[in-house]
């Protein structure tokens, strides 16, 4: 089976710039997150989708970052303005049993590398 | 809120020894994960143990959930060099919104 996709691999911006990142999750996975791992640190969890609907973005910082999921597949997550602190890797997850059945595995597609000077 | 640690931050080990890492919660955990993030690559996924006290074996990898589901722990019986990356648990809680919350990691280097 294909896994999950991201693009870009790496993007460089400066400060106050925004930027894009876009993911396709594992075929018949309802439920989509987005996690951003600093370096030296685990994955945060940004946002999480259940189909098309959010299901946890308590810790999106909604002043500058934004995600959808159009059609419950794809998904963007978009940074404007963008700051210093926000370099780090994005990651896009795929679960196909939501968080609520205990058993939903984390499939990572391989990462998006921002970096902000 | 619920603050998942691990110890130690990093473990140096020559090839054959053996590697323990530990993971903690501060609250009483449904259930927790494991996963391996190889250097320059995405964290995949290990294991999931539910019960207390439960013991799982993948081949030179023994995962355990303590009582109190509350603590776990990874150990590695003879390293091997592809045994090198940053593994990390993640402890899911059901109140806290059911998403898996994933602890700061331990790197191993294997020295051959």
């Known amino acids: 089976e294909a896994g999950v996709a991201q693009s870009p691999r790496y993007k460089i911006i400066e400060k106050r710039q925004s930027v894009a990142f876009w993911c396709n999750p594992i075929?018949?996975?309802?439920?989509l997150y987005w996690y951003q791992q600093i370096l030296g640190q685990g994955p945060k969890l940004l946002i999480q989708?259940?189909?098309?609907?959010?299901?946890?973005d308590s810790q999106l910082p909604k002043d500058r970052f934004s995600a959808e999921r159009l059609k419950g597949v794809d998904s963007t997550l978009k940074i404007q303005p963008a700051k210093l602190e926000d370099s780090a890797v994005y990651l896009c997850?795929?679960?196909?049993?939501?968080?609520?059945?205990?058993?939903?595995?984390?499939?990572f597609g391989a990462g998006s590398r921002l970096t902000v000077l | 809120g619920q603050q998942v640690m691990q110890i130690p931050q990093y473990q140096h080990v020559q090839e054959g020894e053996d590697f323990t890492t530990y993971c903690n919660s501060s609250?009483?955990?449904?259930?927790i994960q494991w996963y391996k993030q190889r250097p320059g690559g995405h964290p995949v996924f290990l294991i999931q143990?539910?019960?207390?006290?439960e013991v799982k074996k993948q081949k030179r990898l023994t995962f355990q959930f303590g009582e109190a589901k509350k603590n776990s722990s990874l150990h590695i019986t003879a390293t091997q060099t592809t045994d090198v990356g940053t593994y990390f648990c993640?402890?899911?809680?059901?109140?806290?919104?059911?998403?898996?919350?994933f602890g700061p990691g331990t790197r191993l280097s294997v020295l051959p």
């Open positions: 997850a795929s679960s196909l049993n939501p968080p609520f059945s205990g058993a939903n595995v984390l499939t």
């Open positions: 075929s018949g996975h309802a439920t």
């Open positions: 989708f259940q189909n098309n609907g959010v299901v946890d």
């Open positions: 609250t009483t955990l449904s259930n």
């Open positions: 143990l539910v019960k207390s006290g």
């Open positions: 993640a402890g899911q809680k059901r109140s806290y919104g059911q998403n898996f919350v």
